[in-house]
Nanobody, 115 residues
């Protein structure tokens, strides 16, 4: 199993920045990938960004250029730097980790962007 603990959400004005953190209970070498997803009220959960065990990153089109996913292998922690935030970025952001074919989820952290 994998336990994930997220932090860093909050309220920010449009154009502002936030950094999310996700600490995993297992080392990156045991995980195929980690990523951030988000879910806005009334909408489906969508992928924001992911990073594989060998460091390859992937971004949703609407987030690329504004969001940056990174990791600290020594701390088993994945980060997501979010810049130029927009009101439409308001959502619960979830960290996910893939261990084999099983995806584990964090509890989610609320990000609210005011206009």
């Amino acid at each position: 199993q994998v336990q994930l603990v997220e932090s860093g959400g909050g309220l920010v004005q449009s154009g502002g920045s936030l950094r999310l953190s996700c600490a995993a209970s297992r080392s990156f070498s045991s995980l195929s990938q980690m990523g951030w997803w988000r879910q806005a009220p009334g909408k489906q959960r969508e992928l924001v960004a992911s990073i594989t065990a060998n460091g390859r990153t992937n971004y949703a089109d609407s987030m690329e250029g504004r969001f940056t996913i990174s990791r600290d292998s020594a701390k088993n922690t994945v980060y997501m730097q979010m810049n130029s935030l927009k009101p439409e970025d308001t959502a619960v952001y979830y960290c996910a980790a893939d261990l084999g074919v099983i995806r584990y989820w964090g509890q989610g952290t609320q990000v609210t962007v005011s206009s």
